[in-house]
């Protein structure tokens, strides 16, 4: 008799939440379809060093409300080489693994196509708090890190307030502003900065005494870490000018990549996940789920891989008028 197709699931890069969600949806989708399913522990790394897991249903049970990665995560120096793509593939022979599902971000998805170049059966599943991701509206974890955001800046404005003080949030997101700009729309943030409109010190500084000016008890200032401007020497410059408010400032960091996924993450996991093996099942692959529109479609890894996703300017422009 022949062995069962047999998917391999990794999970790679920075975590997000709502990995173990689409972890589950891969593996019970998998096992519903008459396919066995071994996990890669550690990303990138574990498939180098062979470390697989068989998994049924049980081991993805209580998972799907848990934040991080049941899988482990890691950022592979190795596997970035030719050499390291090569010793993949050989323990995905040696480990009988005929398909990779792979759940990650951008460079997680650069890694997935290299691998499909040499005849390896792989689907990309977008999950990246920083929502950098070429073919997806949204990946998993940015709804959970926006909300994170949301209520940490909700209390900093409460104190803020009470001491008409100008807040510096430092937001994460790497290379893009989408995290800071979304969240100074739903934070409601007087000044944003992100990497993909740069601005002075001193143009921070007149905007922030121009909300003093105009009565308001706080200004919260985003400043997206990949802005070109530290946060940590934006409130030192800021706190040595009279701007009106006195200032403080607060690094989120990773805090924004914990927790429980939202509603929103979890069904977006799933969806993914149930599409992924639906792609293997029906001979699709080389291609990363996609949310367009309503619908999750296939997106060709090549695309992914050479588009770059920006940040929609309208939305910085938003937010500036809903501070006034
Ligand atoms: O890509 C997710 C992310 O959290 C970025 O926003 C941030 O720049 C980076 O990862 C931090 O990486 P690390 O956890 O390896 O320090």
């Not at 639906?278 to 619908?295: D, I, S």
Request: one cysteine or more; glycine letters at 12%; a neutral charge.
């Amino acid at each position: 008799m022949a062995d069962k197709f047999t998917i391999g699931v990794l999970t790679s890069g920075g975590d997000a939440p709502g990995m173990n969600a689409a972890i589950r949806a891969v593996v019970r989708t998998a096992l519903a379809n008459n396919m066995d399913v071994v996990g890669i522990k550690h990303g990138y790394e574990g498939l180098l060093n062979g470390e697989f897991n068989s998994m049924g249903p049980r081991d993805v049970g209580g998972i799907l409300q848990r934040g991080g990665t049941v899988l482990l995560t890691s950022r592979s120096k190795h596997f970035i080489e030719p050499s390291g793509q090569r010793d993949a593939i050989r323990k995905l022979n040696g480990g009988g693994i005929d398909a990779l599902i792979i759940i990650g971000g951008e460079g997680s998805m650069n890694g997935a196509y290299a691998l499909s170049q040499q005849d390896v059966k792989v689907i990309g599943i977008p999950a990246s708090i920083d929502n950098d991701i070429w073919g997806t509206s949204i990946a998993i974890g940015t709804d959970t890190a926006m909300n994170t955001i949301m209520d940490a800046v909700d209390k900093l404005r409460d104190t803020a307030s009470s001491h008409q003080r100008a807040f510096l949030v430092e937001t994460m997101g790497r290379n893009s502003g989408y995290l800071a700009v979304m969240a100074a729309i739903v934070c409601g943030a007087e000044v944003t900065l992100i990497p993909e409109v740069p601005v002075t010190v001193e143009e921070v500084a007149l905007a922030i005494e121009d909300a003093y000016k105009r009565s308001k008890t706080h200004a919260i200032i985003i400043n997206a870490e990949g802005s070109g401007i530290r946060t940590t020497e934006l409130a030192e410059k800021i706190d040595k000018m009279d701007v009106g408010f006195t200032t403080r400032m607060t690094i989120l960091g990773h805090i924004q990549r914990g927790g429980s996924p939202t509603a929103y993450d979890r069904l977006l996991a799933s969806r993914m996940g149930v599409k992924a093996v639906e792609a293997l099942v029906e001979g699709n692959h080389g291609v990363m789920t996609g949310l367009k529109g309503k619908g999750i479609d296939f997106v060709p890894l090549l695309d992914v891989i050479t588009n770059k996703r920006k940040v929609n300017l309208e939305y910085y422009h938003m937010a500036k008028v809903l501070a006034r």
